[in-house]
């Protein structure tokens, strides 16, 4: 009987194996949706239609950068895939980093995190009453004409 406990031991490793690859594969997948380059656009409250900005440029508005003094990032609500989309492609940092980073920002009176809303419509409100305000929306998403979507190089 003693010889027979490692056998049942090793096919639970195998078996918890098999479920953890199997979670780990399904993840990425749902990761590589979430991180199609279309599926998001900048728009910004400006009167310089050929207005361009890089990734980097982005990045800075959003994490409290010289841009932030020029422009008003503006998020959607945390746990919105769009924002989880736009951070990670985008800033190139997860949630809970940014989360952190902001902490330590406002603790120490540096920045203020970017205003945050509970929808798209609600955001698009916003960037039409704020001159050089800069938010993320869903591409396809009616964009009124006021706004300027934004290229990037």
């Known amino acids: 009987m003693i010889f027979f406990k490692p056998i049942n031991n090793i096919k639970k490793i195998m078996m918890l194996f098999v479920v953890a690859s199997s979670l780990f594969g399904f993840s990425i997948s749902v990761y590589a949706e979430n991180t199609n380059p279309s599926n998001v656009i900048i728009v910004v409250n400006t009167t310089d239609q050929n ?5 980097q440029q982005i990045r800075h508005i959003y994490m409290g950068g010289a841009m932030s003094r020029q422009f008003k990032a503006v998020n959607l609500f945390v746990g919105n895939p769009l924002r989880i989309n736009f951070n990670t492609r985008m800033v190139g940092l997860t949630e809970s980093r940014i989360q952190a980073y902001w902490a330590q920002m406002r603790f120490t009176g540096r920045s203020k995190p970017p205003v945050e809303f509970e ?13 050089d305000s800069v938010a993320y929306l869903p591409a396809g998403i009616t964009i ?5 979507i934004i290229s990037l190089n």
């Open 144 to 148: 009124p004409k006021e706004l300027t």
């Open 119 to 131: 929808s798209t419509e609600e955001v698009i409100e916003y960037l039409l009453t704020v001159e």
């Open 51 to 55: 207005l361009s900005f890089s990734k």
